[in-house]
């Protein structure tokens, strides 16, 4: 039985070239032989030094620039990408029409480079439907309740995709990915690391929060939080190498992969006083200067967290004028174990433990989820931490 819809998302690798964009035309031409309509989400073609990649364009303005102009000048790349996509789609013998996000009715919450999609329109891309086979859209933008444009963070057009999927009630969103599946880690840091054919979205979730790149955090809660079919395909063969299955996967390891999160910086803080007076003014102050905190961990007067590399100049001057004492070490990251199965397991935590010593590596320090066990270590031990852990829950 045919499909009446499919939405396909496109990044920036899988645009920058016109072989590429032919290719990617040929794909939406197999899917139009599954489904009546389709509906291609694009992202700014290429990568830094490509004339349209994001961060080209944003190379064009002066550092101090506001986060709201930058969001102006981000969004041409995607808005690019879709008018090519569409003339390529046309030059293939498809009707096409692009659309920018805003056309598209992709309502965000304000937040300057870093939005959220409140609410999807969807008048216009029905309309257009009706006389197109294809309706491209730019990914990564939408526009906030008055009138301001946002983009959505990087990665943000896994989520665009899979957000226009629910609200078209697409039979399936695919993801075309130059990577050929959803690893058990990234292969660049743990040479074994497996290819995963089918996966629980909140295992995709917690895997993308904890550093895993190939679909972006809020792409994998929004499917989370519907009954969406979700699939990853390779934009080289244009097979399925991945699909994204609503329920945990009971017959399946407990732990279903290893993953790293960006470089950051450790802060050991001591004050005084009543402690949750002193831990609700000192986070105050850190979330006031727009500083993003991780890995929180208390005790009386003294709170243990991290901060992203780029933030341990400004933290140590706010703590500085507060007069507090602490200690800072990085450059470190947090690695984790990811696995919904785990909850409630015994011995997780002194296998996890056990792993990281039999490498010598130290373990600064530890938080824990339902579906997470995270350490946080130097920088220069993350690849032998990374297969290490590998070795011990995948392998």
Known sequence: MQKKLLVAKFGGTSLDSEQNRVTAANHCSTLLQEAEKLVVVVSAMGRTGDPYATDTLLDLVAAESTTREKDRLMICGEVISALVMASALRDNGISAEALTGWEAGISTDGVSGNARILSIDTARIEESLSSHSVVV???????????????LGRGGTDTSAVVLGVALEADEVLLYKTVDSVYTA???????????????????????WHGAKVIHPRAAEAALASDLTLKVRSFRSGEVVTEVVAKPLEDRRYIVGVASGPVVTGFTVTGSGKPSSFFAGLFRKIADRDISMDMFSVFNCSAAFTVPKESTRGVGQLLDSMNLQYTTIGPCVKISIVGAGMHGLRGVMARF???????????LQTVDSHATISALVLLDQRERALQELHREFIE
Not at 353 to 363: F, I, K, P, T
């Open 137 to 151: 859209i730019a990914g990564f933008q939408g526009v906030a309740p008055m009138g301001h444009l946002n983009t």
């Open 353 to 363: 433990c056990e792993a990281l010593e039999r490498v010598d590596v130290n373990a």
């Open 186 to 208: 990234d292969p660049e840091k743990v040479p074994s690391a497996r290819e995963l054919d089918v996966i629980s979205a909140e295992d995709l979730r917690q895997m993308a």
